[in-house]
């Protein structure tokens, strides 16, 4: 009884195994071609695509914030990045991790800069800013800054990370924070930009000129523009990314790591999918793909949508298929080759390998045993023969190959040279 237990609790979970699949997604958040201009902070004030670098900086330092480094502002501190048409999209998001310490020297209900480009006096094109009187709550603004606002539901004190976002889809602005939807404001029109330079951290020249620099008292980290509105869900997504953020480098293959569902030894599963991304906007020249590690005979690239070049912000694929050799876990890395800083990029495989009705590499032929695996024959070592890759062997000037076992197997293998037993 005790056996038959075991055999259908190994059956189930075999079964199990052969149903399913886990696959580990790429531990950072991929960004979308639509990510315009990305300024992480980690090691300066540049645009990481270096499309809308600043043209001024001043009082500004690197502090520890939720995704590496993030800005914080001295006295008059700011950000100044010129006006321009890749900035001015008329669906949009914006978003950044901030983490307010208190008012800052404007202290009123129009609050601090976290990002904006003003027009005038009242008037701004867009700005997200928070407030510490009276309320503690966060502020998007898109035109009068009397007006034309939302105002969070919810407060958020100081002295914590929050991760805010404003869109617009041409109908309707929205504001998030930590993913939550925080209000609407429908509205269709025409975002009037301006030449004014957009700002981190503080309003515009003539503002802090007239006293109202609104400097942000905190910290500001990975401030990013996008083309077009960004759904609720990806929101939530970035924002549960928290401290590993989105992924910065040059190339990024996803997912990370991939793993195979129960495979018989000598069999092929079906192929699975690695996404190269080219994460930034220059062409880069594409190597070819690799296998190295414990198991690489066990892995196969099956097909590829990858050519000779990537173009800037374009993606590629990959096709992997899983042909376990011997029984047990079976691993190896895929290694992406390509010109890009960080080449090559890796993505862990592994699968586990089941018994079946065929003979593994290695293992030694004998009568009644399965016959070798799909591209393996019976090889002659000494007086013994071996299950290894299929190649024509010459005994005597001809080939003798003949079926291996009693019982109607068909692995090739020379019968001149094995014990009579085998006949």
């Known amino acids: 009884m005790k056996s038959s237990i075991t055999f259908l609790a190994a059956l189930s979970s075999l079964m199990f195994a052969a149903h399913c699949q886990v696959v580990a997604q790429t531990p950072c958040w991929v960004p979308p071609a639509s990510l315009v201009s990305w300024w992480t902070a980690d090691t300066n004030a540049r645009d990481l695509y270096g499309v809308n670098n600043p043209s001024a900086v001043k009082a500004v330092m690197l502090v520890p ?17 010129p006006h321009s048409s890749t900035l001015a ?23 601090s800069v976290i990002l904006e480009q003003g027009i005038d006096k009242l008037h701004v094109s867009v700005a997200v800013r928070w407030r510490a009187n009276p309320d503690d709550r966060s502020l998007f603004i898109f035109g009068d800054v009397n007006s034309e606002l939302i105002v969070s539901n919810d407060t958020f004190p100081p002295g914590a990370f929050y991760f805010v976002a404003g869109t617009y889809d041409g109908t309707t602005f929205r504001l998030y924070v930590n993913g939550a939807l925080e209000g ?26 007239e006293g109202y620099p609104r400097t942000f008292n905190g910290i500001i980290d990975e401030v990013e523009a996008f083309k077009g509105a960004f759904s609720q869900a990806t929101i939530q997504a970035i924002y549960e990314k928290r401290g590993i953020g989105k992924c910065k480098a040059p190339v990024v293959p996803t997912p990370t790591s991939l793993s195979f569902a129960a495979q018989t030894v000598g069999t092929t599963s079906a192929a699975r999918t690695v996404t190269v991304v080219n994460n930034r906007d220059t062409t880069i020249t594409m ?3 690799s296998f190295t590690g414990s198991d690489p005979n066990d892995f196969a690239e099956s097909s590829t949508t990858c050519s000779s070049t990537l173009g800037g912000r374009k993606r590629c694929t990959v096709s992997i298929t899983f042909t376990p050799q011997a029984t047990g876990t079976r691993t190896a890395v895929l290694n992406v080759k390509d010109s890009a800083s960080g080449s090559p990029q890796s993505v862990s495989l592994s699968g586990k390998a089941v018994g079946g009705v065929c003979s593994p590499r290695g293992t030694e032929c004998a009568p009644y045993s399965p016959p070798c695996c799909p591209g393996l ?31 109607g197997d068909r692995t090739p293998i020379l019968k001149d040279r094995l014990p009579d037993e085998w006949w």
């Open 65 to 81: 914030a939720e995704v590496g480094k993030g800005f914080t502002f001295g006295v008059g501190g700011y950000i100044d990045i």
């Open 89 to 111: 999209n008329q669906e949009f998001t914006w978003d950044a991790w901030v983490k307010p310490e208190g008012p800052g020297p404007n202290d009123d209900s129009d609050g």
């Open 184 to 209: 609407t404001f429908t509205e269709a029109k025409t975002i009037p930009y301006s030449n004014e330079t957009w700002e981190i951290g503080s309003t515009g020249p003539i503002s802090r000129s």
């Open 287 to 289: 190597d070819g793909v």
């Open 377 to 407: 024959e019976c090889r002659l070592a000494g007086n013994r023969a071996f299950c290894e890759p299929a190649a024509s062997q010459n005994v005597g000037g001809q080939n003798t190959y003949e079926r291996a076992h009693k019982g």
